[in-house]
């Protein structure tokens, strides 16, 4: 919903949005309808000309894009060695706790 969003966002055009993320043009629109409907407020005005969006959308663009960048950042955390994960011949070092209890002197 979020990349539907932002990529309407920029294009402005549901048909362009569908186009450039592989799906149905109804897709996008029943996406972003749901997404309206989760923030409980419209995010576009629906023109002939193509949408433009209203200022609660204007105000979630640069969060929907921080969000998707850090979904990115998730999604590729584990083929980071220091995540913990081991590669063939190479073992990755443990993970120190973050709340460890540490004895005092």
Same mark, same amino acid.
């Given at each position: 919903?979020?990349?539907?969003?932002?990529?309407?966002?920029?294009?402005?055009? $549901?048909?362009?949005?569908?186009?450039?993320?592989?799906? *149905?043009?109804? *897709?996008?629109?029943?996406?972003?309808?749901?997404?309206?409907?989760?923030?409980?407020?419209?995010?576009?005005?629906?023109?002939?000309?193509?949408?433009?969006?209203?200022?609660?959308?204007?105000?979630? $663009?640069? $969060?929907?894009?921080?969000?998707? *960048?850090?979904?990115?950042?998730?999604?590729?955390?584990?083929?980071?060695?220091?995540?913990?994960?081991?590669?063939?011949?190479?073992?990755?070092?443990?993970?120190?706790?973050?709340?460890? $209890?540490?004895?005092?002197?």
């Amino acid at each position: 919903m979020l990349r539907a969003f932002v990529t309407c966002a920029r294009t402005g055009s $549901v048909t362009r949005t569908a186009t450039e993320l592989g799906y *149905s043009a109804a *897709s996008i629109s029943d996406q972003i309808r749901q997404l309206e409907v989760h923030t409980r407020q419209p995010l576009f005005r629906r023109t002939p000309g193509g949408m433009s969006l209203t200022e609660a959308g204007k105000r979630m $663009v640069p $969060v929907a894009h921080d969000i998707l *960048s850090r979904m990115d950042l998730l999604c590729h955390c584990e083929a980071m060695p220091e995540y913990g994960r081991r590669r063939r011949g190479n073992q990755a070092a443990p993970r120190q706790e973050l709340y460890a $209890v540490r004895p005092t002197a």
